[in-house]
């Protein structure tokens, strides 16, 4: 009886999360930019993930640097990072010791965030597909609408994502985002 009541609760939770994804497919989504420390996001994203059941056996390497800002909703820009992470928790599901290696490169203007694991990888076959709304490599689990949403979001941020993979060696997503611009003092003192 209590697992039917879980049955019952999980199968709840996943149309909440269709719902709620279905919504942000069909309407605008509004940023409210600030400034943003990329490690501290990352940071809280992986005390959630820490919570899925399939994250317990997973190895997460985390290099970032500490101090790297970018203007962006926290919010959304969060959604994206525990969307990438779950993912690769997924896709590690059955390898004998999973990893997921999370690293931040800043160059010029941009930040690189960079998320791997060592799972299944996808085939390039899939690879063309992989943003399209409704998409899923996950049998009956995925609703498609992760990466199409993640991929919407970092381009409201001025971002590019991209995908490497290789079928049972892993995959690794490439975000790109603008760096939060310092203005100095001598900008604010010729701007009045």
Not at 69 to 83: A, E, F, P, Q, T
Not at 115 to 134: A, H, K, V
Not at 135 to 153: E, H, M, N, P, V
Request: net charge negative; with cysteine.
């Amino acid at each position: 009886e209590a697992n039917s009541l879980e049955i019952v609760l999980n199968r709840i939770e996943a149309l909440e999360d269709l719902l709620n994804s279905l919504k942000d497919l069909s309407r605008p989504i509004q940023l409210t930019r600030r400034k943003l420390t990329l490690w501290k996001l990352v940071d809280s994203v992986l005390l959630d993930v820490a919570e899925l059941p399939q994250a317990k056996a997973i190895i997460i390497e985390a290099d970032f640097p500490k101090t790297a800002s970018c203007m962006g909703d926290g919010h959304w820009l969060k959604r994206v990072i525990y969307n990438l992470i779950r993912n690769a928790s997924e896709a590690t599901a059955k390898v004998e010791e999973p990893r997921i290696a999370i690293s931040g490169n800043v160059q010029g203007d941009r930040i690189e965030l960079s998320i791997s694991d060592n799972g299944c990888g996808i085939s390039e076959e899939n690879m063309t597909c992989l943003f399209e709304p409704f998409f899923s490599t996950k049998a009956d689990a995925g609703t498609g609408l992760g990466l199409s949403i993640s991929q919407r979001i970092i381009k409201l941020h001025g971002g590019n994502i991209r995908v490497k993979s290789e079928v049972g060696k892993g995959t690794t997503f490439k975000l790109d985002l603008p760096l939060a611009q310092e203005i100095t003092s001598q900008e604010t003192s010729s701007s009045s």
